[in-house]
């Protein structure tokens, strides 16, 4: 398990982690979700011990990670696909890391056939593509066969096929009651991955959810309507006490309505529909919603490429872009 408590790192006058209390657990794969600048990079590099925080604590596993004699038997990590010396092939490159970690020669030839890097295990790390990187990177994290594993965007570079693998793999190591840390800004590919969620927005805890319970309750769940006989539709709705908001398609849509008790209304009154689907927000606008307010730089809504959705919802997308103090 790795557990933050009131962690807080300050560079200057810029809070880059600002009093961060969540704890991420085995058995599942945890999401750590966050806008551009919101700290997540800075919370994964307190973890590891690679900067010191201005105040609070982090452990993995009861201990803080610099203390561990042989760290990658307890947490493997992947921050950095670039990060292997250039020179070295992918074998000598894990090999040397095996023997400073006491992990046998046999679990490099393991995980090289774990990512699929086998064939191409005497090339030169500089010769690598970034998905090959990517590979070698989650290679480097499993070495140690630890309880416990964090990886910062293991999917970029990858194409279609690496992505489902890195997804298989992240679940099955979960499902082997491994503690499972994963950043990433694709939103479909985590909604897919994770289980649980961590959001933060300038430095600051948001959510720790439950997947399910993090886009229940920040999106929107509503039942979409259609009908020749809208009219009528509507008068019945509104005398079963239903309220309807109208679509700008002309369609009605019911919040938090249910679909077979609106079909069976519907089916009683002997209206024909053309439509009755419940409508559920991705993680995507669950997350835009929540952290609409946490964003470092904003668009203006309605200009290419602005939130001009979660500018109708109420949230402040409106603001002109300003650079912030310190780093």
């Not at 774990?114 to 990517?134: D, H, N, P, R, Y």
């Not at 109208?246 to 077979?260: I, M, S, W, Y």
């Not at 927000?281 to 919603?289: I, K, N, T």
Request: positive net charge.
């Amino acid at each position: 398990m790795i557990e933050m408590v009131a962690l807080t790192k300050r560079y200057g006058e810029k809070v880059a982690v600002d009093h961060l209390t969540c704890a991420v657990r085995p058995g599942v794969v945890t999401g750590f979700l966050g806008p551009n600048g919101a700290g997540k990079s800075t919370t994964m590099r307190l973890i590891l011990g690679l900067d010191r925080p201005t105040s609070g604590r982090v452990t993995v596993d009861g201990r803080r990670y610099d203390r561990i004699r042989e760290p990658l038997k307890d947490m493997g990590a992947l921050l950095e696909a670039r990060g292997a010396h250039g020179g070295r092939s992918a074998f000598h490159h894990l090999l040397a890391l095996a023997q400073s970690n006491g992990v046998p020669t046999r679990r490099v030839h393991e995980v090289l056939e774990t990512v699929g890097l086998t064939a191409v295990s005497g090339k030169k790390v500089k010769s690598f593509s970034l998905g090959m990187s990517q590979r070698l990177g989650i290679a480097v994290a499993l070495l140690g066969d630890p309880r416990i594993l964090m990886f910062d965007e293991p999917v970029n570079g990858l194409d279609p096929e690496g992505i489902h693998w890195v997804r298989t793999l992240m679940q099955s190591l979960a499902a082997e009651g491994r503690t499972v840390f994963v950043s990433s800004h694709l939103m479909s590919e985590m909604a897919l991955t994770a289980g649980h969620l961590v959001v933060i927005g300038q430095g600051r805890l948001l959510a720790d959810l439950p997947m399910e319970e993090f886009i229940r309750r920040h999106s929107r769940s509503y039942v979409r309507l259609r009908s020749p006989e809208v009219e009528r539709l509507l008068d019945v709705l509104h005398t079963a006490g239903i309220a309807v908001a109208r679509a700008p398609d002309g369609a009605l849509e019911v919040a938090e309505g249910d679909a077979a008790r609106l079909g069976e209304l519907a089916a009683a009154h002997r209206l024909v529909l053309h439509e009755l689907s419940p409508q559920r927000a991705s993680l995507e606008e669950a997350f835009m919603r929540l952290t609409a307010r946490s964003v470092e730089y904003h668009s203006h809504p309605g200009q290419p490429g602005g939130p001009a959705e979660a500018a109708r919802d109420g949230a402040a997308w409106g603001a002109d872009w300003k650079p912030r103090k310190g780093r």
